[in-house]
């Protein structure tokens, strides 16, 4: 598998490790009402799609940036790949 | 006082290098390395006058150069300053950046080919899921070679710095060297 | 139909024209008191106890391919009962002593064959944390031995001994550990459900649940719907699939993982050896291939097939554990698709819908355990009580702080 890293291009996965479901980026707000709750949810609960999944991934062997990459986990085609950095300022805005 | 003896990071008394018909491969033990990061907002610094190189891109000057290794971040050289405080020189060029020693983690091996980039490229192709075409003179990665993660340094058409782990040494030059020695044959 | 040595000579002599299907094809009923999806292992195992056991024969698995051709036909068919946590522990025990009758039981032949299993030691860490390992076994009454290393090499000489990275200090055995035929686990617990009134439905999709007032009634499945009293999901890699359907997210990821074997060899290795430190186990088949596998790939899957990377690397762990698998060509090479959860430990479990009941978060390691989630599932869905073997494997164990997490990393499910 080849990842389309927004700066390097095309990048073996296998300079990559994997973490997971991009809502890990949002990270519940602890001081709200119910957060316990919402931490247990978002620790411990996952879509897992059969189908078009974000998911983090990792350029440890690389330029140690954080990716959101869009994925089919049916057929593996990569639909993009963004900073994860980007993506949370994008969600900040 | 007991007496100590300086060793490289290949455990020998001076740097290694041996060839490999038109290809040498040599220990840098005299590199000076260390790591430049800027905070966030701070606007990039010229540290001896190198100006910092974009994605992918490595710049020297003399003794002196720089390579990317993320964004906002650079990882600066010296030849033969391994024995200097070279970060402090670096931090005094480059204020408020955060700059951190780290000649100490790595191993630098430079492959050179008297035969011409061709040389140069199969040895590359041995080794790493790279594409030789992307990495050009005045380009840099990182990526990893049997397991081991490396930065590869295009220093000219006929020159590849590979820059690794230390503690990982041995292991960086037997995988350098064998491939090497099997392009000769 | 069955089996013996009377019918095998005649069959023979015959050209084996009177050989019949093991169970029937049955159009499904309008609706059943239970419904079980999914026909691996597990499901048939629970449809197995719940009529032997629990007097339920009204009850249907509805299967989308054919029954055993997820991972209970796909696994390197290692059982053992060596884990460490209490409340894992005493859950593989149960399951290897129904693995020691099983075959009387079902009057079946699985293949079981207790040849023992050897996790190599390779540190002193290793040795601590396996004697402890081992004492756990011990008081389940799993039994367990630790072997030093001239024990060891005498037991298997051909292991590299003296590798640089991880050189081999001795082993943890557990002698009752070993291997079964996959499939005719699958198959001696189908004909003994249908035999016993069980509708084994194969072609079968489950497509969707019919819920009503916060209990289900049925499942929409691609030969129409069903109705159910209850619904038990036993689905492995298809886990947050299926809970989907009804609106439950659940603690798993689905994941692949893959497995190989060679071409037959004369007999070499004795049991089960695993290498945890290179990320290789392998065993021998009765038909002489050796059998092994490594890590999962690592990233989430449902695509039944593994890439090239984990190949690269459970073979570099092969040649450094036994280089004399070198001279082995390899004949095939598989995925499967497993539901890996947040501590690497299962569940079987109400849900908070009526009369919806889920068995699933298997990992990699779900084989073994067919007879024991068979039967406490069963417990579950005939009793509405969880077995007292199989209290600890609660959904809720996750809010409350009691997660079963044996090797320590977290909820990170490509890890476990
Ligand atoms: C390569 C590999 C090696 C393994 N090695 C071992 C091992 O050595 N030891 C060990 O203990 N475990 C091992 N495992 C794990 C073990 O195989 C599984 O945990 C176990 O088989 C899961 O239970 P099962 O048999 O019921 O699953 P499965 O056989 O996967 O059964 C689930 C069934 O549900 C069906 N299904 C899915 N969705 C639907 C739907 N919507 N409608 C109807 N049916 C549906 C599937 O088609 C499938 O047949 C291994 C797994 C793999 C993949």
Not at chain 2, 37 to 48: I, V
Not at chain 3, 225 to 251: D, E, H, Q, T, W
């Amino acid at each position: 598998m080849l990842i389309p890293h927004p700066l390097l291009g095309l990048r073996d996965a296998q300079e990559f490790t994997y973490l997971g479901d991009a809502s890990l980026l949002n990270r519940p707000d602890p001081a709200t009402p119910g957060a316990e709750a919402a931490f247990c949810d978002y620790v411990f609960l996952r879509d897992n799609p059969a189908g078009v999944h974000r998911e983090l991934w990792f350029h440890e062997q690389g330029d140690r940036s954080w990716l959101v990459v869009t994925r089919n986990t049916l057929t593996h085609e990569i639909l993009s790949a963004e900073l994860a950095s980007d993506v949370k300022a994008g969600a900040a805005q | 006082m007991t007496d100590l003896l300086p060793v490289t990071a290949l455990g020998d008394s001076a740097p290694r290098s041996e060839t490999f018909g038109p290809l040498s491969l040599s220990e840098n033990a005299g590199l000076a390395l260390a790591s430049l990061a800027l905070r966030r907002g701070q606007a990039a610094p010229a540290p001896f006058g190198l100006a910092l190189p974009d994605v992918a891109r490595a710049v020297t000057s003399g003794a002196l150069g720089a390579f990317w290794t993320g964004r906002g971040q650079w990882m600066i050289e010296a030849g033969g300053k391994a024995e200097s405080d070279f970060a402090a020189a670096l931090e005094a060029e480059a204020p408020g950046c955060s700059v951190t020693e780290q000649t100490d983690g790595f191993v630098a091996f430079e492959v050179v080919s008297e035969a011409g980039a061709a040389r140069l490229e199969a040895l590359m192709s041995k080794l790493v899921n790279i594409d030789p075409k992307t990495l050009g003179p005045g380009c840099c990665t990182r990526t990893g070679l049997e397991h081991m993660t490396v930065f590869l340094v295009r220093r000219s058409e006929t020159r590849l710095a590979v820059i690794g782990m230390r503690s990982l040494a041995g292991s960086l030059w037997h995988a350098l060297s064998q491939a090497a020695r099997r392009l000769e044959n | 139909m069955t089996f013996s040595g009377f019918k095998v000579i005649k069959e023979a002599l015959t050209g084996y024209k009177g050989w019949g299907p093991l169970w029937r094809n049955p159009v499904p009923k309008p609706s059943y008191d239970i419904v079980i999806i999914g026909g691996g292992g597990h499901g048939l195992a629970t449809a197995y106890y719940l009529a032997k056991r629990y007097g339920q024969a009204n009850v249907a698995v509805l299967e989308k391919g054919w029954i055993g051709s997820g991972n209970a036909g796909r696994n390197t068919t290692i059982i053992r009962s060596n884990y460490l946590l209490p409340g894992n522990q005493p859950f593989y025990e149960l399951s290897m002593k129904l693995w020691e009758t099983l075959e009387q039981d079902t009057n079946f032949n699985s293949m079981v064959s207790q040849r023992g299993i050897i996790n190599l030691i390779h540190s002193d860490g290793q040795r601590d944390a396996y004697r402890r390992r081992g004492n756990s076994m011990m008081i389940s009454g799993a039994g367990a031995r630790l072997l030093g290393r001239d024990e060891l090499r005498q037991m298997v000489p051909f292991l590299n001994f003296d590798n640089a990275r991880f050189p081999i200090k001795g082993g943890l055995m557990q002698e009752r550990a070993g291997t079964a035929r996959h499939d005719g686990v699958v198959w001696g617990y189908a004909r003994g459900a249908d035999r016993r009134g069980v509708d084994i439905i194969q072609n079968c999709e489950v497509t969707g649940f019919r819920i009503e007032n916060g209990a289900v009634q049925g499942v929409e499945t691609t030969r129409g719907f069903i109705g159910a009293g209850k619904v038990g999901v036993s689905v492995a890699g298809s886990s947050g699939r299926v809970m989907g359907y009804a609106g439950r997210r659940l603690p798993i990821e689905s994941h692949a993982l893959q497995a190989f074997v060679s071409e037959g060899l004369k007999p070499v290795i004795p049991g089960v050896i695993t290498f945890g430190a290179g990320h290789f186990y392998v065993s021998q088949s009765d038909k002489g291939g050796l059998v092994f596998g490594g890590d999962i790939d690592g990233y989430n899957s449902y695509a039944q097939r593994g890439g090239l990377p984990v190949i690269e690397d459970v073979l570099e762990g092969g040649m450094a554990l036994m280089p004399m698998i070198g001279r082995a060509r390899l004949l095939r090479a598989w995925g499967g698709l497993v539901d890996m959860s947040m501590d690497g430990s299962p569940i079987i479990d109400r849900t908070d819908i009526a009369g919806l009941y889920f068995n699933g978060a298997w990992n990699y390691g779900g084989f073994k355990a067919t007879p024991a989630a068979g039967l406490t599932f069963a417990h579950l869905l005939a009793t509405d009580t969880p077995h007292e073997t199989a209290t600890a494997f609660r959904f809720d164990r996750f809010n409350r702080g009691y997660v079963i997490d044996e090797k320590g990393v977290g909820a990170q499910p490509n890890l476990h």
